[in-house]
């Protein structure tokens, strides 16, 4: 169903991947060190993510264009549907909105950690404090977009109910446990790209710093699983207070209920989030029910509107799946 802010969404979705997609492929029609200061300074700008796995970068970041050709499928499917398939552009603003608040924090704490050399800088101070405060500009946009588009996006979303005639009772369909394992997976990926966006940081730090607060996080394994720990925290309760779902849940249009069918507050995701952290939790869902949902009292459960896109967005997924596992192993195999 068209709303008034159909055309919106459908435009900047459209424009966000073509020019996220431009911006990335610049470098393979383009070489960087012929290209002037100013023109890759604004082709940079194109970029609404920066997501990887690992501490090895290249000029074309084949993460980010994956998530943009997501993004791209998913605002044209939203357009042929009218503005009821909403699955693929509701992942990607979950990613863009929690990516740019990751993306501002390690922004800060570089520029606390790493006081700018005027000494060293080439180039004008002006610029570089320019561009310093653009970026900031344009995370703060895109953390306000994919807000406001996530909102906007879930505002009409109608929970798959089953009505029982004869006890007058009213039942929700629940998410199947498959679905539940792929919310895992696929949650998993977003906190991958999520700690090395900051995990990346303490490795430069120390890198230039020995004795550093840092460097124990970047080298010592149970400092890193601390963090990833302290990270998926965060990134459950932040979505599912304020969204009822993860990007995960986005996918499969699914939905943490309370016993009442309604959206559990801060306190109750907080014990659920936290239950989560009970070892082989993870694969609790196999039973009849997850003990994070069991003892928080709080159930997943599908919303009605699924639509005939669902093989197309299955078939991109499984693609975009199996390049973003094959790019790290390659880069282990490498090492090998």
Not at 126 to 145: A, D, R, T
């Given at each position: 169903m068209k709303t008034k802010y159909f055309s919106l969404i459908f435009y900047v979705s459209l424009a966000l991947s073509l020019l996220g997609i431009i911006a990335e492929c610049y470098h393979l029609v383009f070489d960087y060190q012929d290209s002037s200061a100013l023109v890759y300074?604004?082709?940079?700008?194109?970029?609404?993510?920066?997501?990887?796995?690992?501490?090895?970068?290249?000029?074309?970041n084949v993460y980010n264009i994956i998530f943009y050709i997501l993004?791209?499928?998913?605002?044209?499917?939203?357009?042929?549907?009218?503005?009821?398939?909403?699955?693929?552009?509701?992942?990607?603003?979950?990613?863009?909105?929690?990516?740019s608040i990751f993306w501002i924090i390690r922004t800060i704490l570089q520029k606390i950690f790493f006081p700018l050399a005027l000494d060293t800088l080439e180039g004008s101070i002006?610029?570089?404090?320019?561009?310093?405060?653009?970026?900031?500009?344009?995370?703060?946009?895109?953390?306000?977009?994919?807000?406001?588009?996530?909102?906007?996006l879930s505002q009409n979303s109608i929970l798959n109910k089953v009505v029982h005639e004869n006890s007058n009772t009213i039942n929700f369909t629940i998410t199947k446990k498959i679905q539940r394992l792929f919310h895992l997976i696929?949650?998993?990926?977003?906190?991958?790209?999520?700690?090395f966006i900051i995990a990346d940081f303490f490795q430069l730090y120390s890198n230039i710093n020995e004795n550093n607060?840092?460097?124990?996080?970047?080298?010592?394994?149970?400092?890193?699983?601390?963090?990833?720990?302290?990270?998926?925290?965060?990134?459950y309760i932040f979505f599912e207070t304020?969204?009822?779902?993860?990007?995960?849940?986005?996918l499969t249009s699914s939905r943490v209920l309370n016993s009442k069918a309604e959206l559990p507050n801060m306190k109750v995701i907080i014990i659920r989030t936290f239950c989560r952290q009970i070892p082989f939790d993870s694969f609790s869902f196999l039973a009849k029910r997850g003990w994070h949902d069991s003892i928080s009292e709080t159930y997943v459960v599908k919303e009605n509107n699924e639509?005939?896109?669902?093989m197309y967005?299955?078939?991109?997924?499984?693609?975009?799946?199996?390049?973003?596992?094959?790019?790290?192993?390659?880069?282990?195999?490498?090492?090998?």
């Open positions: 300074s604004i082709i940079l700008r194109f970029k609404s993510i920066y997501l990887n796995i690992g501490f090895e970068y290249s000029f074309v993004l791209f499928f998913g605002s044209m499917f939203f357009y042929y549907s009218e503005g009821k398939e909403t699955r693929l552009l509701k992942f990607f603003y979950s990613v863009l909105l929690c990516s002006s610029v570089y404090y320019f561009n310093v405060i653009l970026s900031f500009i344009l995370n703060c946009g895109y953390i306000f977009i994919g807000y406001w588009f996530l909102k906007l696929m949650d998993t990926i977003i906190l991958l790209f999520l700690f607060p840092f460097s124990e996080v970047e080298r010592s394994i149970p400092s890193a699983i601390g963090f990833g720990i302290f990270i998926t925290i965060i990134y304020i969204f009822g779902a993860t990007p995960g849940k986005f639509n005939s896109y669902t967005i299955i078939l991109l997924l499984i693609v975009s799946f199996l390049v973003i596992i094959y790019l790290p192993l390659s880069e282990i195999l490498d090492y090998i």
